[in-house]
């Protein structure tokens, strides 16, 4: 049975004043829902009490015809159904141990964005039209959406340098497997090539961030130079470096989906180390390479991508020494600083780090399709003890 995947397309679009004004509101009233209803969920958890969907849907009609909040009818109501659905999910996940206590919307810090379903929009001859509007949204359609299908779901969003998109869930019946063939790679990330291939091709780094450093730290300056508040001089200020920033983003992510949608392309099973990026950050010295690196990132689109194309991602537990490992002889090294990019073992094979990592790493994880082994495949899988021998992590005295 072949299933459909859901997709999502965004675009860019450039809203009229009437447009731009409602959907502000809409922000407005999105966040301010999504805050009543989390006050109201955390003072019943206090009192040992569970509010669920329905009785926050109810909170909201009793909401609307106060006086206080009676500005909540302006907008359609189904973005704001969409919030409590979404602080519903957060809920979920939160008791199922997935994710942290739900947080308040900030007006300035939180993402400003409105969902809405079928029975807000209209989307007819590739004109989309939302609620409260009279005129169709002005996109800038930067590819076609697939033949013969229609949005089930549109979300609006305003980013930080002021950016319109909008992105609209499809199905998607052109993404299917890719046929099958036996080829395997494993693939070691790091910091002076972004990627390593068990192949021996090396990819160099962009480093987007480094590109725009000087620009980044002039508009940063310009900014803290303008006194604090609501001003329009630092609002400016603000936009120009949340700018810069997007840039480096859209740059990043570029790069990165054109390497993940080539390696699942070409390769049948992808091995990668199961690196926590969110505790290597912490690294002051190398936090800021890692984050322009975007080592998460290319994880995660490398996993659905392979997910939609019938491809294998395995990821090799965190503590395999995959460097310190003879790929030759399988000899293993005790000691390996960071400085030492090539080394000789003593079966006479000279090593280059990297490569020599990403070659451990593919057979580590051929291992696990042949006998089954515990080095970890996909990330919601538990891990185990692995194919080859692993490092033991140190402990403090």
């Known amino acids: 049975m072949t299933t459909v995947v859901k997709r999502a397309f965004k675009y860019r679009f450039c809203p009229t004043d009437a447009q731009a004004a409602e959907l502000s509101r809409t922000f407005g009233c999105v966040r301010k829902v999504y805050n009543l209803a989390l006050a109201a969920r955390t003072q019943a958890w206090t009192r040992q009490?569970?509010?669920?969907?329905?009785?926050?849907?109810?909170?909201?009609?009793?909401?609307?015809?106060?006086?206080?909040?009676a500005y909540l009818n302006e907008v359609s109501s189904v973005p704001l159904q969409q919030a409590l659905r979404h602080l519903q999910v957060a809920f979920t996940n939160f008791f199922a141990r997935r994710a942290k206590y739900p947080r308040f919307k900030s007006r300035k810090r939180s993402r400003k964005s409105a969902e809405y379903t079928t029975s807000a929009f209209r989307f007819r001859d590739g004109r989309l039209t939302l609620a409260k509007m009279r005129e169709p949204l002005d996109i800038v359609w930067s590819r076609p959406l697939?033949?013969?299908?229609?949005?089930?779901?549109?979300?609006?969003?305003?980013?930080?340098?002021?950016?319109?998109?909008?992105?609209?869930?499809?199905?998607?019946?052109?993404?299917?497997?890719?046929?099958?063939?036996?080829?395997?790679?494993?693939?070691?990330?790091?910091?002076n090539h972004l990627l390593t291939l068990s192949t021996g091709e090396k990819i160099t780094n962009p480093r987007h961030e480094r590109r725009d450093r000087a620009a980044l730290?002039?508009?940063?300056?310009?900014?803290?130079?303008?006194?604090?508040?609501?001003?329009?001089?630092?609002?400016?200020?603000?936009?120009?470096?949340?700018?810069i920033h997007a840039r480096i983003t859209d740059r990043r992510r570029d790069?990165?989906?054109?390497?993940?949608?080539?390696?699942?392309?070409?390769?049948q099973t992808l091995v990668i180390e199961d690196l926590t990026v969110r505790n290597m950050v912490k690294n002051r010295n190398l936090a800021r390479a890692i984050s322009?690196?975007?080592?998460?990132?290319?994880?995660?689109?490398?996993?659905?991508?392979?997910?939609?194309?019938?491809?294998?991602?395995?990821?090799?537990?965190?503590?395999?020494?995959?460097?310190?490992?003879?790929?030759?002889?399988?000899?293993?090294?005790?000691?390996?600083?960071?400085?030492v990019r090539t080394w000789t073992c003593d079966c006479g094979a000279t090593h280059d780090?990297?490569?020599?990592?990403?070659?451990?790493?593919?057979?580590?994880?051929?291992?696990?399709?042949?006998?089954?082994?515990?080095?970890?495949?996909?990330?919601?899988?538990?891990?185990?003890?692995?194919?080859?021998?692993?490092?033991?992590?140190?402990?403090?005295?």
């Open 217 to 243: 730290a002039r508009a940063q300056r310009r900014l803290a130079k303008k006194a604090s508040g609501g001003g329009a001089n630092r609002a400016k200020a603000r936009r120009r470096v949340a700018k």
């Open 353 to 397: 780090r990297d490569v020599n990592a990403a070659k451990n790493l593919l057979a580590a994880g051929l291992a696990v399709t042949a006998c089954g082994a515990g080095v970890r495949p996909q990330r919601s899988t538990p891990g185990g003890q692995s194919a080859t021998k692993q490092e033991t992590p140190r402990r403090e005295p």
């Open 255 to 267: 790069t990165l989906h054109k390497l993940t949608t080539r390696l699942v392309r070409e390769n």
């Open 49 to 69: 009490e569970r509010v669920n969907y329905n009785q926050t849907s109810a909170m909201l009609t009793a909401w609307k015809r106060t006086e206080e909040l």
């Open 292 to 339: 322009d690196a975007g080592w998460a990132d290319f994880r995660s689109l490398l996993e659905y991508k392979a997910r939609w194309y019938g491809r294998e991602v395995i990821a090799v537990d965190r503590w395999f020494p995959s460097s310190k490992l003879c790929s030759r002889c399988g000899t293993l090294k005790k000691q390996m600083p960071l400085h």
């Open 146 to 191: 697939p033949a013969g299908v229609s949005p089930s779901t549109v979300t609006v969003s305003q980013d930080s340098a002021g950016r319109w998109f909008v992105s609209m869930l499809c199905d998607d019946p052109s993404v299917q497997p890719l046929p099958a063939t036996d080829t395997a790679v494993g693939i070691d990330v790091g910091l």
